[in-house]
């Protein structure tokens, strides 16, 4: 908030490291406009998913039998043709594809949100907009 009040507003404004939805709608209400972070592809590494209602670790063990997809509320093709169930397999045995696949529905998620932040600035209803994401996150 302090540095973008000193940053010309005729120029673009880039933060690099910001990869999480809730410093990311943060920045956004201050001015940001490009991001760039490892956190997507970091997370997918280690077995993690962003969701709508926030990461979901699929080393869990109660993702074993779970035929859900990742998020039911995203589009992507992970979601669209993979359970939790059968990504934590892949994650579970070393598979280099479940990091693919993750990484994939990650990056998928992430500018999902930021076409419906740009939609939320145009109609303008971003605070309302940023709200419901962030409580949609905490909720589990």
């Known amino acids: 908030a302090w540095t973008t009040l000193h940053i010309p507003h005729d120029k673009p404004l880039y933060v690099m490291g910001i990869g999480t939805p809730a410093y990311m ?35 869990k063990e109660c993702f074993e039998y779970d035929h859900a997809p990742l998020d039911e509320n995203c589009s992507c093709r992970v979601c669209r043709s993979h359970s939790r169930a059968y ?6 045995t070393g598979e280099i594809l479940s990091a693919m696949l993750l990484s994939y529905h990650n990056l998928y998620f992430l500018n999902s949100l930021m076409q419906r932040a740009r939609e ?13 994401v962030l409580s949609a996150q905490n909720r589990e």
């Open 87 to 92: 990504l934590r397999h892949l994650f579970r």
């Open 25 to 59: 709608l943060s920045a956004i209400e201050h001015g940001v406009d490009m991001f760039d972070c490892v956190l997507p592809t970091r997370l997918a590494r280690h077995g993690v998913a962003m969701t709508t209602y926030g990461n979901l670790t699929l080393k």
């Open 120 to 132: 939320a600035i145009n109609n303008n209803c971003f605070a309302a907009f940023k709200r419901e």
